[in-house]
């Protein structure tokens, strides 16, 4: 508990402290104000590694291609959120719509122009990220998605959805899965951080051409599924 509170006044400390610098230079510069996001992400997994004994291995980091992508990851824990961005140069994240009225943070999503989407507005949606993700792409950004929607609890049955699958149909982009058991050691809606070793498995690329957005995520759901079962830590440190 005392670690963990440590970790959240870090948390709100460097979320004050690189506001101000992220939010005025992003109409300058965006890739300028994307990099000091990233050191305000560092700063976070700063705090989680040296607070809260919280560390990470990274399997298949050969695997991310140079050329822009869809990052489709398994989401059980607030901890990808920090950590995705800072292994890839040039990212955005699609992400509800109303999260951008959140002082500072939402701000900061918008200055950053990561992809904005009304969740209830169905398949109008789909439409949305396909738009947007174009452009981002085009100005060399890769996409990061949760391919499930939201925060996982561990050991749930999983629950793809197939909105990141036709964004890589219909822009040629390969996907790279990736799967993670963060929600071992950072539970979903949990305030303790326990300490321990994140493992992150990336994919190889799955190619989209020819493939249809059902076999996509299909492949993508299959590689990321079977890789848990390898990573999961749950059935022998039952916290």
């Known amino acids: 508990m005392l670690r963990s509170t440590l970790y959240w006044v870090w948390s709100i400390f460097s979320t004050l402290l690189m506001a101000v610098p992220v939010l005025a230079t992003a109409p300058f510069s965006t890739s300028f104000s994307l990099k000091l996001a990233h050191f ?20 298949g980091s050969e695997n991310i291609p140079t050329e822009p992508c869809l990052v489709l990851s398994k989401h059980q824990s607030t901890w990808e959120t920090y950590f995705l961005p800072t292994i890839l140069p040039k990212t955005v994240y699609v992400a509800k719509r109303s999260l951008a009225w959140i002082p500072i943070f939402g701000w900061a999503l918008v200055a950053l122009k990561f992809i904005l989407i009304d969740r209830k507005s ?68 949990g305030y303790i951080k326990w300490p321990g070793e994140i493992t992150v498995c990336i994919g190889p690329l799955i190619r989209s051409e020819g493939k249809s957005a059902s076999e996509l995520i299909h492949a993508t759901e299959t590689w990321i599924e079977n890789k848990m079962q390898d990573i999961s830590v749950a059935d022998r440190f039952p916290y």
């Open 122 to 189: 169905g398949s109008n949606a789909v439409n949305q990220i396909i738009a947007q993700s174009k452009d981002r792409m085009a100005h060399g950004y890769s996409i990061i998605i949760f391919p499930e929607g939201t925060r996982m609890p561990v050991g749930a049955p999983p629950n793809y959805r197939i909105g990141g699958a036709a964004v890589a149909e219909k822009t040629g982009a390969g996907i790279l899965p990736v799967a993670l058991n963060s929600g071992e050691f950072w539970p979903r809606m």
């Open 40 to 59: 305000w992400l560092k700063l976070n997994l700063f705090g989680l590694r040296h607070f809260c004994g919280l560390r990470w291995k990274v399997h």
